[in-house]
């Protein structure tokens, strides 16, 4: 049976600053699990706390593998089975992602193996605290995406700016130039090592062509590369990343959007089965959008 998703609550501001802090004494903190490398200092022994800043708007977290509709997951994970079947109901139903503090970081993972290949689901939620003074909740939440960002090398991705750049058209260029492009290779001499045979297995922005080993998708599937997005959350980024080449070929799809003090990850991940077959950057990239603006609608519209 498919679970009931859970609307996040925004938090009401009133006799909530002592709350935030004891729910952040324990667990991952602000920039755990690889958000950023660094703690957020915390008062030492001997030392008076420091006044606590602006709590965030959200203060709990959903289930999270009840956060994501049957019929998106058959669109993301096809061929899974039909309603009923014991391998579909595992499959759709989804497995926890194990967290040592339940109140600051939840997830949900979906594998799916089928004779055409192998895809990965991944969905994660993280509530941002600060302990720094002065600086409130949601504010080292964008402090942290944009430290995200930064390691994606999304181009102006600086969060909250004017001129960041806005969302490719679905029918973008097949081959993208300018801001944007991440790769160093230039068309005429990726075409000439590709004529030569030199290009070796690599992992490239999808802006990059994929290795001469691997059919690249049609014409009518444009590379849309790694960029900001303007209709997810406060600040949101999708990056494409393409390994094509030997015995290795798949792309990784990645969503990062903020809800205020929120973070929400997306990974979406395809490997075929057929080497020569080059999963197509519209068709992940259209899904895991798709999934992100669900989410956002269905559960931060408070």
Same mark, same amino acid.
């Given at each position: 049976?498919?679970?009931?998703?859970?609307?996040?609550?925004?938090?009401?501001?009133?006799?909530? &600053?002592?709350?935030?802090?004891?729910?952040?004494?324990?667990? @991952?903190? %602000?920039?755990?699990?690889?958000?950023?490398?660094?703690?957020?200092? =915390?008062?030492?022994?001997?030392?008076?706390?420091?006044?606590?800043?602006?709590?965030?708007?959200?203060?709990?977290?959903?289930?999270?593998?009840?956060?994501?509709?049957?019929?998106?997951?058959?669109?993301?994970?096809?061929?899974?089975?039909?309603?009923?079947?014991?391998? !579909?109901?595992?499959?759709?139903?989804?497995?926890?992602?194990?967290?040592?503090?339940?109140?600051?970081?939840?997830? @949900?993972?979906?594998?799916?193996?089928?004779?055409?290949?192998?895809?990965?689901?991944?969905?994660?939620?993280?509530?941002?605290?600060?302990?720094?003074?002065?600086?409130?909740?949601?504010?080292?939440?964008?402090?942290?995406?944009?430290?995200?960002?930064?390691?994606?090398?999304?181009?102006?991705?600086?969060? %909250?700016?004017?001129?960041?750049?806005?969302?490719?058209?679905?029918? $973008?260029?097949?081959?993208?130039?300018?801001?944007?492009?991440?790769?160093?290779?230039?068309? !005429?001499? %990726? &075409? =000439?090592?590709?004529?030569?045979? =030199?290009?070796?297995?690599?992992?490239?922005? !999808?802006?990059?062509?994929?290795?001469?080993?691997?059919?690249?998708?049609?014409?009518?599937?444009?590379?849309?590369?790694?960029?900001?997005?303007?209709?997810?959350?406060?600040?949101?980024?999708?990056?494409?990343?393409?390994? &094509?080449?030997? $015995?290795?070929?798949?792309?990784?799809?990645?969503?990062?959007?903020? &809800?205020?003090?929120?973070?929400?990850?997306?990974?979406?991940?395809?490997?075929?089965?057929?080497?020569?077959?080059?999963?197509?950057?519209?068709?992940?990239?259209? =899904?895991?959008?798709?999934?992100?603006?669900?989410?956002?609608? %269905?559960?931060?519209?408070?």
């Amino acid at each position: 049976m498919q679970r009931k998703a859970h609307r996040l609550v925004a938090a009401p501001v009133a006799g909530l &600053a002592a709350a935030v802090l004891a729910a952040g004494l324990t667990g @991952c903190s %602000g920039g755990s699990g690889g958000r950023g490398g660094d703690d957020d200092p =915390k008062p030492g022994p001997g030392e008076s706390a420091a006044p606590a800043a602006e709590p965030g708007k959200y203060r709990g977290l959903p289930e999270p593998c009840g956060y994501v509709s049957r019929e998106t997951l058959r669109r993301m994970l096809p061929g899974g089975g039909e309603d009923g079947d014991q391998d !579909a109901e595992k499959l759709y139903r989804g497995q926890p992602t194990i967290t040592y503090d339940a109140d600051r970081r939840v997830g @949900c993972r979906w594998n799916q193996e089928t004779p055409d290949g192998t895809r990965r689901l991944s969905v994660d939620f993280e509530r941002v605290v600060s302990y720094q003074a002065g600086v409130s909740d949601e504010e080292r939440a964008r402090q942290l995406y944009d430290k995200l960002a930064d390691a994606a090398h999304i181009p102006a991705a600086s969060s %909250g700016s004017s001129d960041a750049t806005p969302s490719a058209p679905a029918k $973008a260029p097949a081959t993208p130039s300018g801001k944007g492009t991440r790769s160093p290779d230039k068309t !005429a001499k %990726g &075409a =000439k090592d590709a004529k030569d045979g =030199k290009n070796a297995p690599k992992t490239t922005d !999808a802006a990059s062509r994929p290795a001469t080993t691997a059919t690249p998708p049609a014409a009518d599937e444009p590379e849309l590369g790694s960029r900001t997005l303007d209709d997810v959350g406060d600040d949101a980024f999708v990056s494409d990343r393409l390994t &094509a080449g030997g $015995a290795d070929v798949h792309r990784d799809v990645t969503v990062v959007f903020r &809800a205020a003090n929120i973070l929400v990850t997306i990974v979406y991940h395809q490997q075929p089965t057929d080497r020569t077959r080059v999963p197509g950057s519209q068709d992940l990239q259209g =899904k895991a959008h798709g999934l992100a603006r669900e989410i956002e609608a %269905g559960h931060f519209s408070n």
